[in-house]
Nanobody, 124 residues
Framework: QVQLVESGGGLVQAGGSLRLSCTAS????????MGWFRQAPGKEREFVGA????????YHADSVKGRFTISMDNAKNTVYLQMNSLKPEDTAVYYC?????????????????WGQGTQVTVSS
C-alpha cells in the first residue's frame, strides 16, 4: 500500500499563490507517475498535472498552463504543485494520486492510490 498525504491548502485572494505538497510513504512508488487532480462542488474530478517519479516529463492541463507547476523531490518522497495567479475558479479540493501505468493520460481511473485531499479556496 501507498499512503499519500497532501498539505498546503488554504484561503487566498485572487492573484495570490499557494504551494501544495504531497508526501508518499509505505510501498515504494519508484517508477510511478504522480498526479494532481481537483474537484469543485457539483463538478467532476479534473486532471491538473502529472510528473514521473524520477522528475522528468511533466504534464499540465490547459486550464492551468503558465500558472501552475508540478515538480518532484525524490529525496523527500514529495511532489509539489506550485499555484500562481490563482483565480476563483481554481477553488476546489485538490487531490494527489499515484499510478503505475497510463498515468500520463490524466485519467483518474489510471491512478491507483489517492490522498485525502486539501481544500483550496480563492476569494475574488
Amino acid at each position: 500500500q501507498v499512503q499519500l498525504v497532501e498539505s498546503g491548502g488554504g484561503l487566498v485572494q485572487a492573484g495570490g499563490s499557494l504551494r501544495l505538497s504531497c508526501t508518499a510513504s509505505g510501498r515504494t512508488v519508484s517508477g510511478y507517475g504522480m498526479g494532481w487532480f481537483r474537484q469543485a462542488p457539483g463538478k467532476e474530478r479534473e486532471f491538473v498535472g502529472a510528473v514521473s517519479w524520477r522528475g522528468g516529463s511533466t504534464y499540465h492541463a490547459d486550464s492551468v498552463k503558465g500558472r501552475f507547476t508540478i515538480s518532484m523531490d525524490n529525496a523527500k518522497n514529495t511532489v509539489y504543485l506550485q499555484m500562481n495567479s490563482l483565480k476563483p475558479e481554481d477553488t476546489a479540493v485538490y487531490y494527489c494520486a499515484s499510478g503505475m501505468t497510463g498515468w500520463r493520460t490524466g485519467t483518474a481511473d489510471k491512478y491507483d492510490y489517492w490522498g485525502q485531499g486539501t481544500q483550496v479556496t480563492v476569494s475574488s
